[in-house]
């Protein structure tokens, strides 16, 4: 995302920039390149992969997007109270006494498990009310979903369980990120066949979805009904080889003020631990942000080959041996420089030596899994129009303007009551 000097938006020293322009983009180059009677599902889990669920799924709304989806009842219950209208899927597997969640807010669940179509039934027969339900079937992510062999009985089951209404039939891909596509293609072998043999059963017209952000860009086969799309939406390629495949805007960076600056002669040590040593003078300057904030918190990832275990190894050995090329790049309006010695719990320091012009409260734009930054930093989002407004502003404005919407359609009497009032 561009450089833009957010600091008249009073949100402290660090904050998240979300650029909505480039996820309306995104979405909008997401449906070019599927078939156009595909439905998109747009993955809003994980707080939208730490861009903010609400926001991302307003803007999801007005595109037009067919469902949302979420892992737990818990987030989209969020997204009800907050005015979300669209379908949610919620994808994980559920707890008894979250069954009530389901028709609550108006929530599909994924149902993998006899226990689940029981707790959903009981929920449903309560409340008077329908549920709909997605089945799960487990082609090889061994995560959770029926056995292909124990599909068809478990959709008849559901199908004849009162309240429940089976809408779809999905499985997930474990390896589309990979360029060998070989277990893509078994799994979606066995998908197929499930539901070739739900047809046979009479068991017709369900939704059928499989493909992630990468089958997308290269499994065109395996869009079925639906695409449930996350990591393209955001900005980024599932793998780095399949970068070029899209033109994705990138929608998030994380930014912070230097809040104090300082030279460090030859010799000197910093840090915990003592694991930077200046090799000659150097200019340091600190930022507000730190492990606790999710800043280098890296996954561990078990190697995918051979080549990956010894260019960990050999990562592994530099480090140790103080060299800094390996460590992140820091961006300054000035120029660029790098994280050293151990981040902190709150605070990182930088070499900014070959920044130019660098002072207390320039802003820094930092790398960061966006996924693991805390959802309570400080959003700041860029609305399509260019116009930057504060997270927690827009969010207040929206909703008082959404039960004000919601009051007339209540009013005009067709409103369904699974958000009541005292909830907005
Ligand atoms: C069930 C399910 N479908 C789709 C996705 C989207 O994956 P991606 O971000 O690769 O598009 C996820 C996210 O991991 C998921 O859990």
């Known amino acids: 995302m561009e450089n833009v000097q957010t600091e008249k938006i009073k949100v402290g020293s660090r904050w ?46 007005e595109q037009g997007v067919e469902m949302l989806g979420v892992t737990t009842p818990e987030e989209g219950r969020a997204l009800r109270q907050a005015g979300i209208t669209a379908p949610i899927l919620v994808f994980g597997a559920f707890l008894p006494e979250e069954a009530t969640s389901f028709v609550d807010f108006d929530l599909t669940a994924t149902v993998a498990s006899y226990e689940a179509i029981q707790w959903l039934r009981e929920a449903a027969e309560k409340s008077n009310r329908i549920i709909k339900v997605h089945l799960k079937v487990e082609t090889g992510m061994g995560r959770f979903g029926f056995w292909p062999q ?69 499994l065109p086969e395996m869009q079925l009904d639906m695409v449930r799309v996350g990591t393209l939406l955001y900005g980024q390629a599932p793998a780095p080889y399949m970068e070029k495949n899209l033109k994705l805007k990138d929608s998030w960076d994380l930014k912070a003020k230097v809040i104090y600056i300082r030279k460090l002669p030859t010799g000197q040590t910093a840090g915990y631990g003592r694991t930077f040593k200046a090799s000659k003078p150097v200019l340091i300057a600190i930022l507000p942000v730190g492990f606790v904030d999710g800043i280098q918190v890296e996954p561990l990832l078990k190697p995918a080959n051979l080549l990956d275990v010894v260019k960990g190894m050999a990562k592994l050995v530099l480090r140790y041996f103080g060299c800094q090329k390996l ?92 958000v009541t009032d005292q909830e907005f």
């Not at 009479?202 to 997308?216: D, E, T, Y």
């Open 150 to 218: 124990e599909v068809v009985a478990a959709a008849q089951k559901i199908k004849q369980t009162p309240g429940l209404f089976l809408e779809g039939v999905y499985s997930h891909l474990a390896t589309a990120m990979w360029r060998n596509k070989k277990y893509c293609y078994r799994q979606f072998g066995i998908f197929q066949e499930t539901c070739e043999e739900l047809e046979r059963a009479g068991i017709n017209g369900l939704l059928k979805h499989m493909a992630n952000s990468a089958a997308v860009l290269e």
């Open 16 to 61: 998240v920039e979300v650029d909505l322009a480039a996820i309306q983009h995104n979405y909008r180059e997401i449906r070019q390149k599927i078939k156009p009677e595909v439905k998109i599902l747009g993955v809003v889990k994980a707080d939208a992969y730490g861009h903010g669920a609400i926001a991302i799924s307003r803007v999801l709304e």
């Open 327 to 418: 460590s992140p790049l820091v961006q300054f309006p000035g120029g660029t420089g790098r994280i050293i010695g151990k981040v902190g719990m709150q605070l990182t320091m930088v070499d900014v030596s070959a920044v130019q012009g660098i002072k207390v409260g320039m802003v820094a734009c930092i790398p960061a899994r966006r996924t693991a930054i805390r959802a309570d930093i400080p959003k700041v989002y860029r609305a399509a129009d260019g116009a930057w407004q504060n997270g927690n502003r827009g969010e207040e404005e929206k909703t008082e303007k959404r039960k004000e919407e919601r009051g007339k359609r209540k009013e005009e009497g067709w409103c369904s009551s699974w």
